[in-house]
């Protein structure tokens, strides 16, 4: 009994960590500080946000299709656009595994510098 509280406990906490803990090493960035031509910029937000807000030169794949669009992202630097701290973690740790590097993100609800 105490095995199969443990088994479904460790399952609970690996999905809690991969949807709400912050994935590291990336910054939250207003502006890009890379050359627009060096990066891509990947707006994973549902499309009915993104069509009411668009991004120049951003390329949206919605993170619901991420798994059969990714391909279509070239391996430059990416910089993530996305509404909320979920679909940035689960978008970033998603490419990530794909071999791709994020060099930062924007929320469009943040206040960061």
Avoid: W
Wanted: net charge positive; hydrophobic share 40%; glycine share 4%.
């Amino acid at each position: 009994m105490i095995f199969l509280f443990t088994v479904i406990l460790c399952i609970i906490l690996a999905a809690m960590y991969i949807r709400y803990f912050p994935a590291g090493n990336v910054k939250c960035a207003k502006t890009l500080s890379h050359p627009i031509d060096s990066i891509v910029i990947v707006d994973v937000r549902d499309y009915n946000q993104s069509y009411n807000d668009p991004i120049q030169g951003a390329i949206n794949i919605p993170f619901a299709y991420m798994k059969r669009r990714y391909s279509d992202i070239s391996h430059k630097n990416i910089h993530i656009i996305a509404s909320d701290y979920l679909e940035k973690n689960m978008s970033i740790r998603f490419l990530r595994k794909r071999g791709f590097k994020i060099i930062g993100y924007t929320l469009t609800d943040c206040k960061c510098q």
